[in-house]
């Protein structure tokens, strides 16, 4: 088969699993989900399958692109892939579940953590020469409002226990067992926001969970809460939350997705109450080569019908 590699940084010990096939490797070109689909057509029109990031692959690339059949996700969320276009033209969608998890919940706690004990501005004020020792609010005891409760949010409620945390979730079909399992509690999505410290997002981006967060949601949170949006921007309606920054309607939001990628000109460049970072909760060593691993497994395991049923959308 002709692989096309359009993800980043796409490792060669990963490609070793692929031998046998032609490679064609295009993560040098640094895609993302800001992918031209022209420039998407170009690279891969001819192959039968492809590695990607975020890129969007939609009905118009898989049009031009006749001979794909298989498209393997460096990754677990696939709304950048128009999965019902490959459903109707049989081409297969594979992620890789299980490997992303722990890296993104991490990413989570760091946010967490950093408005929890002011790190940046006591660090701030020590190399101006201030002794300036403020109380922060810290994380023991506080309430941690997880919305969605799949792999990410698990993996998240593992490591908030440790720290004292009263844990909350909201999701569409809770399981009585992750009380005790995972130290947490289920409430409805109004409770959680009107009662939750810090709030993280953890829901996969879908027609029913797009705008789920807007002016009326933010309205309901804590005036000292925190929203940590780790998911994907379109589950929160940015204008609204900008402007719940800019009145100090809450205290502060920690964001790492974005409406466009890459992103050099976010709305929120301006809020001081808000920390960003360039989609880059995944992004450790260890987890790129997993994923780059397991993404290229599944195309082997694919081609000899031996794929794990989690690893596949459809």
């Given amino acids: ?27 040098y070109l640094n895609l993302g989900s800001g992918a031209d689909p022209n420039q998407m057509i170009e690279c891969i029109q001819d192959a039968q399958a492809v590695i990607c990031g975020p890129e969007p692959i939609n009905a118009k690339i898989m049009d031009a692109c006749s001979h794909l059949q298989v498209i ?27 490997l992303v998890e722990a890296a993104v919940a991490e990413h989570a706690l760091a946010f967490l953590l950093y408005f929890a004990r002011n790190i940046n501005q006591e660090n701030k004020e020590m ?37 004292g945390m009263d844990i909350v979730y909201y999701c569409r079909h809770p399981h009585k ?58 589950i ?31 709305p929120f460049i301006d809020c001081d109450n808000a920390i960003l970072t360039p989609h880059v909760a995944p992004f450790t060593t260890e987890n790129f080569q997993a994923m780059n691993q397991q993404s290229a497994q599944n195309i082997v395991d694919w081609q000899q019908n031996k794929l794990n049923r989690k690893y596949q959308v459809i």
């Avoid at 796409?10 to 692929?18: G, H, I, S, T, W």
């Avoid at 309606?237 to 992103?263: N, S, W, Y």
């Fill in 236 to 266: 929160v309606d940015t204008q609204a939350l900008k402007a719940a920054l800019m009145l100090h309607q809450i205290r502060g939001a920690a964001i790492d997705v974005f409406d466009h990628e890459p992103c050099t000109d976010s």
């Fill in 72 to 98: 393997s996700r460096r990754g677990i969320g696939y709304d950048n892939i128009d999965v019902s276009a490959c459903q109707k033209r049989n081409i297969a969608v594979l992620r890789t579940t299980g």
């Fill in 177 to 234: 067992e992750w009380d005790n399992m995972y130290h947490v509690q289920y409430v409805d999505l109004d409770t959680l926001l009107s009662s939750s410290d810090y709030i993280s997002i953890n829901v996969p981006l879908t027609n029913q969970t797009k705008g789920m967060i807007g002016k009326e949601e933010l309205a309901k949170m804590k005036p000292e809460s925190v929203l940590i949006n780790i998911a994907r921007a379109s």
């Fill in 1 to 27: 088969m002709k692989i096309v590699i359009t993800g980043r940084n796409f490792d060669e010990k990963a490609k070793q699993v692929l031998k046998g096939n032609e490679i064609v490797d295009y993560s």
């Fill in 127 to 163: 190399h101006q020469g201030l002794w300036h020792r403020q109380r922060s609010m810290g994380a023991k005891n506080r309430r941690l409002g997880l919305i969605g409760f799949g792999g990410i949010g698990k993996e998240i409620a593992k490591r908030a226990y440790p720290f």
